[in-house]
T-cell receptor, first 115, second 115 residues
């Protein structure tokens, strides 16, 4: 069974500052993938970044980077130079490698960027 | 269109009514997923299709929920005799391949409110 834990229900960050959103996971799969999605108030789920469990380097996509610490089973999202448009819900998610790779989501963190 | 589309975007049903929610995945995408997202929660897996085959329906909460994808493209999620606890956003996602690392692309969701 897979489990994703996001312990921060809400976060505030000043515009232009960096922010870290926490995510820990639990799985018995030897190989897995970790994702972060952004969900604005409009409701759509927007893919941000992906990290494979065997990837040697931490994933980066523009202002987003994933701080992957395999031994600690954590996959924190770092957003640099926050913008007002970053205000949204952020979900950490995991997919195993067996079968069709069902995705399990955490409960989310609501990020609010303050001008 | 280029993305996943869902219709209707909003649905209000009286308790006991049947509803049908439609998902148009990205053309050519093999995998299709349905998720249920309750208010303030992360998406919860409902069911998975690989082409027209429903390979996993373990997340469907009761036998009132039924999904189909008869021609391997458009999918319909049907809820019979709706109950208030069915009120949620229903998200559809599609993925092109079966390999690890392929992201799921989400539709905008259908917000179902059962009165």
């Amino acid at each position: 069974a897979q489990k994703i834990t996001q312990t921060q229900p809400g976060m505030f960050v000043q515009e232009k500052e960096a922010v870290t959103l926490d995510c820990t996971y639990d799985t018995s799969d030897p190989s897995y993938g970790l994702f972060w999605y952004k969900q604005p108030s409009s409701g759509e789920m927007i893919f941000l970044i992906y990290q494979g469990s065997y990837d040697q380097q931490n994933a980066t996509e523009g202002r987003y980077s994933l701080n992957f610490q395999k031994a600690r089973k954590s996959a924190n999202l770092v957003i640099s130079a926050s913008q007002l448009g970053d205000s949204a819900m952020y979900f950490c998610a995991m997919r195993g490698t067996g079968g069709y790779q069902k995705v399990t989501f955490g409960t989310g963190t609501k990020l609010q960027v303050i001008p | 269109g280029a993305g996943v589309s869902q219709s209707p975007r909003y649905k209000v049903a009286k308790r006991g009514q049947d509803v049908a929610l439609r998902c148009d995945p990205i053309s050519g995408h093999v995998s299709l997923f349905w998720y249920q997202q309750a208010l303030g929660q992360g998406p919860e897996f409902l069911t998975y299709f690989q082409n027209e085959a429903q390979l996993d329906k373990s997340g469907l909460p009761s036998d009132r929920f039924f999904a189909e994808r008869p021609e391997g493209s458009v999918s319909t999620l049907k809820i019979q005799r709706t109950q208030q606890e069915d009120s949620a956003v229903y998200l559809c996602a599609s993925r092109g391949g079966l390999a690890g690392g392929d992201e799921q692309f989400f539709g905008p969701g259908t917000r179902l409110t059962v009165l």
